[in-house]
């Protein structure tokens, strides 16, 4: 007969390391997974959200953004500047994703970036930068911007490196 419990706690210990691989506690951190290693094992945008609502990002955002280096000098991010013009944190979410995998590539001249759902992210089209930037953005405006218990968001930074381009995300 063979012994099934070694088996079964194995896969248990298993598959809590790849929990614990995939695990963030921040968008921002989320972000910077698919950035800098979009084909590993990130979160998909369905499990960052299950993440964010099961409280497990525990990481406040002045921490994050104090881990990412940013300026004292450059702008936050804006939180509900027009009323009325939310979308769902899980499409904002998906958009981001969206955008990150589109890698380095510059996002410059495109206004709109990503519409899924209710969510559009968009930049002022202006200056040069990386897709990658613009979905730092979008990790920082859920950061600064989502309410506990809210399920919808909107707000406005500028792309990571970039005080120049402004990045919304708004209803579509």
């Known amino acids: 007969m063979v012994k099934i419990v070694p088996y079964v706690a194995s896969l248990l210990a298993f598959g809590q390391a790849v929990a614990a691989a995939k695990a963030v ?3 921002s951190e989320w972000v910077d997974g698919l950035i800098m290693d979009p084909n590993g094992d990130n979160m998909t945008p369905e499990e960052v959200m299950d993440a964010y609502s099961s409280g497990q990002f525990t990481t406040s955002p002045s921490v994050v953004a104090a881990k990412l280096s940013r300026s004292l000098l450059e702008k936050r991010a804006s939180c509900y500047e027009f009323a ?12 981001i994703n969206a955008v ?3 890698g380095a590539n510059n996002c410059r001249n495109i206004y709109t ?16 930068s990386s897709c990658n930037d613009v979905a730092r953005g979008g990790g920082f ?8 218990g809210v399920d919808w968001v909107e707000g406005s930074e500028y792309a990571y490196g970039n005080g120049n381009e402004l ?5 579509a």
């Open 25 to 27: 506690t921040s968008f």
């Open 84 to 95: 009325g013009t939310e979308c769902l944190i899980s499409d904002a979410v998906a958009c």
């Open 100 to 102: 990150a995998s589109r």
């Open 113 to 128: 970036q990503c519409v899924i759902g209710t969510a559009a992210m968009t930049t002022d089209g202006q200056t040069t």
């Open 141 to 148: 405006i859920l950061d600064h911007c989502v309410r506990p």
């Open 167 to 171: 990045v919304r995300l708004r209803r």
